[in-house]
């Protein structure tokens, strides 16, 4: 599984903008807001970055939800690593069956149309890991 980006909480998608895309010179490549989830996105990558090249993902809660309660406890920073899987659901049998369970029992919609599951932090050495189909 290659990299497919990293998540950063943040208050504020605008203002984080400011530094990711306007000093570090990223471009925006998406934005949605994934409901199910309770947040606003925005994915950077290198401008004319091809398919393939790891992204930053800005993630705004919409209200409350699981990035309001990283914010409030733990305030903006490094939230998730992501990995695509060719086969999410293949990748989350294997997982489970090495007794690393998904937090879900199923893929569920992330952005972009993809499916995604996430492990938990006491699974992944300290790091909420989401596999993206
Ligand atoms: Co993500």
Not at 7 to 22: K, Q, T
Not at 58 to 87: N, Q, S, T, W, Y
Request: neutral net charge; aromatic residues 6%.
């Amino acid at each position: 599984m290659r990299v497919d980006h990293v998540g950063v909480a943040v208050r504020s998608i605008e203002e984080a903008l400011g530094f990711y895309r306007d000093r570090l010179g990223l471009a925006v490549t998406h934005r949605e807001e994934v409901a199910g989830q309770g947040v606003r996105v925005a994915f950077l990558a290198r401008p004319g970055a091809g398919e393939g090249e790891a992204e930053v993902e800005l993630l705004e809660p919409l209200g409350g939800g699981a990035v309001a309660r990283f914010l409030e406890f733990r305030g903006p920073g490094l939230h998730h690593l992501a990995f695509r899987a060719v086969d999410i659901a293949g990748a989350m049998a294997g997982l489970k069956a090495a007794g690393l369970p998904a937090l879900e029992d199923a893929p569920r919609p992330g952005a972009r149309g993809r499916r995604v599951c996430f492990l938990h932090p006491r699974r992944a050495h300290g790091v909420l890991v989401e596999l993206v189909g």
